[in-house]
């Protein structure tokens, strides 16, 4: 059975009496036939004179109502509205009547002429506003709130509810306003306060995030939530400084909870506080053997200060005690190809997909790999297959067109490829670049250049992009200006021999 929307009128006995008392008790005439209507006057500065029959009728259906007989109540007052038109009491009734019934259409019409006819009734405007966000229509009860707003600028609850239906209907910059709204009138709505924090989070407006949750912390100084979230704010936006004191802080509270050690491990791994993260991190390995997140974590810093050979042997461990675990591998595989050591590399990504075939993250390093180690047939394989399986997959369109520019080979297809990943993001350094080399290996140099200088304009220090720019200018026969990028790119990839070799007078 479908679940029926009740309503009842907060004063339904006091309307009777005071309905009585103003234009005189009129005995029950609920069975006499309606006559003719007759015209009601309203002499100046007297009270509204109300039709008798009207009133016998409306009184004959809150009693209707009262016993909960709500199908009597509307004939009722449908006998009442051919007497008296323009009574939104009438109309009130009838409509929670109707409501009553489980006929929303024919309540919400007749509420809505009863706000028609007296505006300012907060409480028929209140149902309505209820009734049409409990039935989903969204717009209209948030149209029927900020009504009832306007009546009621002090109620708190009914901004509470506008916030709701304003985050219903996509409106997250009102809802914010709503309930930083509600702040202002009362600044410890701690409810408020969180829902504030919460949005500024998603509409990722840091800094407005920040001050929400160090109100809320002021509040509830002992939250670990509160203290969490604000940590990793702060961690997010770089803070690792405040992040550290206030996990510190919460391992002096929670001091059994080793979450929150590795968490605090992870952030200083991420800070420049390398003495104190490496001695946390090896404590938290050697005293908790069994978690994982600490070895990653140490093997992480480690390998920030490019000290290469311990991050490996951190990870060796890792793999001994947790076997299965393929984010180590990964880490491994992707430590040899950062230290170019190709063959160890491709041994440890091979194995890890013999595991998981279809790791993406993995195809995409092996591919680099094999690019590098000249397997090419083994490595336009494996872009193939990632496009097959990931047709969007942008990252490989471009990896696969520069691999096939450098070579020389196939450039129709590398352009074809790297243009479908720059219809996707115009502005990517590395696409520009790309289109740019494939355009100069078809000598089209001055094509060529639009592009690189674009790529050079978005990231002003890639020594591979200043390079290729001294290459066309050097190709366009301006050696002099070539010379200038090649010196700009040597003096950031200092280890480039045939960089050092094209700056030679």
Request: glycine share 4%.
């Amino acid at each position: 059975m479908q679940r029926q929307i009740r309503v009842r009128t907060k004063s339904t006995f006091s309307r009777i009496v005071w309905l009585a008392v103003v234009v005189g008790l009129v005995g029950c005439a609920a069975s006499r036939k309606p006559g003719p209507a007759p015209v009601t006057t309203t002499e100046p500065d007297q009270p509204t004179q109300y039709n008798s029959r009207a009133l016998t009728h409306f009184m004959n259906g809150e009693n209707w109502t009262l016993q909960g007989d709500y199908a009597m109540a509307v004939l009722e007052y449908q006998d009442a509205l051919l007497y008296e038109t323009k009574s939104p009491a009438i109309y009130s009734s009838l409509g929670k009547a109707y409501i009553n019934l489980g006929k929303l259409e024919r309540g919400l019409a007749a509420l809505e002429k009863a706000c028609q006819l007296d505006p300012d009734d907060a409480e028929n405007r209140e149902i309505l506003a209820q009734i049409y966000f409990l039935t989903g229509q969204d717009k209209e009860a948030e149209k029927q709130y900020q009504l009832l707003l306007a009546l009621r600028p002090d109620d708190i609850e009914i901004r509470y509810q506008l916030a709701a239906i304003y985050l219903k209907n996509r409106k997250p910059a009102q809802a914010l306003k709503a309930y930083d709204d509600i702040l202002k009138m009362d600044s410890t709505q701690s409810a408020a306060l969180q829902k504030a924090a919460e949005m500024a989070i998603l509409d990722r407006d840091l800094e407005k995030a920040v001050a929400y949750y160090d109100r809320l912390i002021s509040f509830y100084p002992d939250s670990t939530s509160y203290l969490k979230t604000r940590a990793d704010l702060a961690t997010v936006a770089g803070d690792y400084k405040t992040a550290i004191t206030i996990y510190k802080k919460l391992v002096v509270m929670a001091p059994t909870n080793i979450d929150i050690r590795e968490r605090l491990g992870e952030i200083l791994a991420r800070s420049d506080n390398f003495g104190e993260a490496r001695t946390t991190l090896e404590l938290m390995v050697s005293t908790y053997p069994e978690r994982k997140a600490s070895y990653g974590n140490l093997a992480f810093l480690f390998a920030n200060k490019e000290d290469y050979r311990a991050a490996l042997n951190v990870l060796d461990s890792a793999i001994v005690r947790f076997p299965d675990d393929m984010a180590f591998r990964l880490m491994q595989g992707s430590i040899y190809n950062t230290i170019r050591d190709f063959p160890a590399a491709e041994q440890v990504l091979l194995k890890i997909l013999e595991i998981e075939p279809n790791n993406v993250a993995v195809q995409h390093i092996l591919a680099t790999v094999w690019d590098m180690l000249k397997k090419f047939s083994l490595c336009d394989s494996l872009y193939e297959v990632i496009l097959r399986n990931n047709p969007n997959d942008i990252i490989a369109m471009n990896n696969y067109a520069y691999s096939l520019a450098v070579r020389g080979e196939r450039l129709d297809e590398a352009l074809r490829l790297v243009e479908s990943a720059l219809a996707k993001e115009a502005d990517n350094a590395s696409y520009l670049d790309t289109k740019g080399w494939i355009l100069h290996r078809q000598k089209k140099n001055k094509d060529a250049l639009k592009y690189i200088q674009k790529s050079l304009q978005i990231e002003k220090d890639n020594a591979e992009v200043l390079e290729h720019l001294g290459d066309i200018y050097q190709a366009l026969g301006r050696s002099a200006k070539a010379r200038l990028y090649y010196q700009q790119a040597a003096k950031i990839d200092t280890e480039n021999a045939e960089l050092q070799r094209k700056v030679q007078p």
